[in-house]
């Protein structure tokens, strides 16, 4: 597989240093991309360059994952229009386990193989190096002129904002610029790939392995994802979505991916997926036939939250979803957790009602006229059951006077009302 040919019909590639395409026909190469461990996992603002070492992997290079652990503590001023928090040691080796776990489903990091995957942190050969020492043997190799001349510092000393820019930031180019360096040095590195934001920094990594050790080094950059909308992707109204289940459920997850626009669907299954050209042609056809049917958005957020989750957590999150868009049974509503139905049923109207009132049981009609206002009389609901039309958790309620104990509770605490087919209520039982 010609790594340089797969990134380009995806649509991954952003800026290319000239001679990089024949390094990577040449053999076997290393490359890297560096992950900033300001959280404890990944959210999908990362999957493109965990992506891009995928698909390294695949075509037989060796990818090698760098976690800013010293980096992470000064933070990126690209595309920044403030500084970060610093992070200190003992949360920065907490993130940056939690991440190699999220990598390794993506990366082989164990088998024996010549390109099995790497992870390394920048705080390991940053942390014993003294000032004194960076500055004589890294900072005197490249000009001050050089390191202004990048966009990452142009954007922020002439914005309007007149933050200004402080040292420690104006240093990050020199340090990621050095991780370049240590890598090639130590790990044979010649590839660093990233977002095109990060082409300064990484150009300066190039410049100083050839003004230090006369070698010679390449950069590979992707686009910045966008939606079609002109929106930030992987951004939602409850924040990121994060690859972890603690923030983002396996449910949320895969709706977020099922329900971006067409457009989006058919820029991102070549991106977010390893799914062959002929595979994506096919897909595409059957959008242009029968968008209403959405197979593009559909297989895409099949192929991510496999990739991410589980074949399980999949099959939970469609039935998850049948049973407010489809005819799921009350068995299949029994089986979600407690974050997975009220992600589910998010939006819908809710009532709390007290626990007490379930102690000797209540007729369903006292309970949804007078403890929750579901209806607004019990003629109405009365005339409703008896056409068949109300459902608790999913089976339908015989009779209006049917008695409802805390044995019908979802989770030992919930209650799913539903009048005629799309009318949704959720009773919370405290």
């Not at 957020?301 to 099959?315: F, G, L, P, Q, R």
Request: charged share 25%.
């Amino acid at each position: 597989m010609n790594f340089v040919e797969e990134l380009r019909w995806r649509g991954m590639i952003h800026d290319m240093m000239p001679g990089t395409e024949e390094q990577l026909q040449k053999e076997m190469t290393s490359a890297y991309v560096g992950i900033d461990p300001t959280a404890d996992s990944l959210h999908i603002g990362h999957l493109v360059g965990v992506m891009m070492l995928k698909h390294l992997q695949r075509a037989g290079h060796r990818p090698i994952a760098l976690i800013g652990g010293a980096t992470g503590m000064i933070g990126d001023p690209s595309l920044k229009s403030a500084e970060r928090n610093l992070l200190d040691e003992a949360t920065l080796r907490h993130n940056q386990e939690s991440i190699k776990n999220q990598l390794a489903k993506f990366l082989d990091f164990d088998s024996d193989a010549p390109n099995a995957a790497k992870l390394v942190n920048n705080y390991d050969w940053m942390k014993d190096y003294s000032f004194l020492n960076f500055i004589r043997d890294i900072g005197k190799h490249l000009t001050v002129n050089y390191m202004m001349s990048k966009d990452s510092v142009k954007k922020r000393l002439s914005s309007e904002s007149n933050v200004g820019m402080s040292f420690t930031e104006f240093s990050y180019q020199l340090l990621q610029g050095y991780d370049f360096l240590y890598l090639y040095q130590h790990e044979g590195c010649r590839l660093q790939m990233g977002g095109s934001d990060q082409w300064g920094n990484i150009t300066t990594g190039t410049e100083l392995i050839r003004r230090k050790q006369g070698g010679e080094a390449f950069a590979l950059t992707c686009p910045l994802i966008t939606k079609a909308d002109g929106g930030k992707f992987g951004k939602t109204e409850s924040g990121n979505v994060w690859l972890d289940r603690r923030y983002t459920s396996p449910y949320k997850f895969y709706q977020f991916w099922l329900n971006v626009s067409d457009a989006d669907a058919a820029k991102y299954i070549k991106i977010f997926t390893a799914l062959s050209k002929e595979e994506i042609a096919d897909l595409e056809a059957e959008q242009a036939a029968a968008p209403h049917l959405r197979p593009l958005q559909k297989r895409l957020a099949k192929e991510v939250t496999i990739m991410v989750h589980s074949e399980e957590d999949y099959n939970a999150a469609v039935e998850a979803s049948n049973i407010l868009f489809g005819n799921a049974t009350s068995e299949a509503l029994k089986k979600l957790d407690e974050d997975t139905l009220l992600a589910v049923f998010e939006g819908v109207p809710q009532f709390e009602v007290s626990m007490d009132e379930f102690a000797t049981g209540i007729k369903a009609v006292d309970l949804f006229t007078e403890k929750a206002a579901v209806f607004p009389s019990k003629g109405e609901m009365r005339k409703l059951v008896q056409s068949g039309g109300v459902s608790v958790n999913k089976e339908k309620l015989a009779a209006a006077d049917e008695v409802v104990t805390s044995a019908s509770l979802l989770n030992n605490k919930y209650l799913l009302v539903q009048k005629g087919k799309k009318n949704y209520f959720l009773l919370i039982i405290k």
